[in-house]
């Protein structure tokens, strides 16, 4: 008689469980993998404007997260830093002119760096200044020339000392703020907390200031406008494809007010005390550090088309310069890459800086 040998019956029930189980976690895994990419965001307010933040992932609790951590984030950089706030490190010096900025010392390091390469076109103790004109508020005004003159005397970079992570001042009326620079520094700081393995994309924008990571789930890149300063919110001259670069824009139409045919924008010159008269009408920076981006536009926007180019070039970064006549300026060829230009048909023209 043969027999049919079907081995031992609990190591058979064993392997086929085993194999089962298996085929779940491969199943489990594929679906995973090949599921569609998810969209969270949110709106946070810190340095004084809104900062909406648009995570992609496949998992939309771990985007939750992610996001939950960029808007803290954002508030803590805020309480931290603006001089509005009451305990803030710059609220603190404004009162004691001495505090230990430690935590946040490469911000303070950035501004104080960006002052003495301008000659004191951007500086960090303008407030006493930016106070009188107070452009965007209801308050704002044109201030008489003895009052800038007196307020001009509390302004100066140089008075500044940072060392070991201690930001002192000798001068008594120095009073600081970093509302220049402040918006790219949250950028910055904000993307730091993001688990790039959860998190495959994004974009969060300060408006004037964006940072891109990553591309879109369908492979594309961020597309962020080039406005048309004389224009509406929404007109634009020219498009931006980016991913993993920040952007910022810097222009005379943000906040302003007219008076005898004049405009007062918010852009302020330290030098002088009065809204900066260079001849532009903006200035976008496109770098890798958005904190950078956002003061360059700035001190860019102060110092005009020559040097301000000329500025931007030692620290490496790509930038469009829009002057009056409506000239449009770029330094670096590259820019070409992933701009779309539309202004023709507004009579702007695009031409390489060869100053």
Known sequence: MSYIHIGNPKKTIVGTLLLIVMIMVFVSCDKVLTKEEVKVQDTAFSMGTAITSTLYGRNSDELEKNLQSVNQCLTDVDLDISWRNEGSLVSIFNEKHSVDVSSRESVFETALDIAGKSGGAFDPTVLSVSELWN????????????????????????????????????????????????????????????????????????????????????????????????????????????????????????????????????ILDARTGYPADSGLMSVTVIGEDSTLCDALSTVGFILGLDEGMELLNNYNVMAIFVDNQKNVYYNDKSILNFLSFEGESEGYILMPYEG
């Open 135 to 266: 452009i965007g508020s209801e308050e704002q005004r044109h201030p008489a020339d003895s009052e800038i003159e007196t307020a001009l005397s509390k302004v100066d970079y140089t008075s500044l000392h940072l060392e070991d992570g201690i930001l002192s001042s000798d001068n008594s009326d120095i009073l600081l703020e970093l509302g220049a620079i402040g918006k790219g520094y949250a950028l910055n700081e904000a993307y730091k907390v993001i688990d790039r393995d959860e998190v495959s994309s994004g974009i969060l924008s300060a408006g004037s200031s964006i940072l891109t990571f990553g591309t879109k789930p369908d492979g594309s890149k961020f597309k962020v406008g080039l406005r048309n300063p004389r224009g509406e919110q929404d007109d634009l001259i020219g498009i931006f494809e980016l991913t993993d670069l920040s952007v910022s824009t810097s222009g005379d139409y943000e906040k302003y007010f007219e008076e005898d045919g004049k405009r007062y924008h918010h």
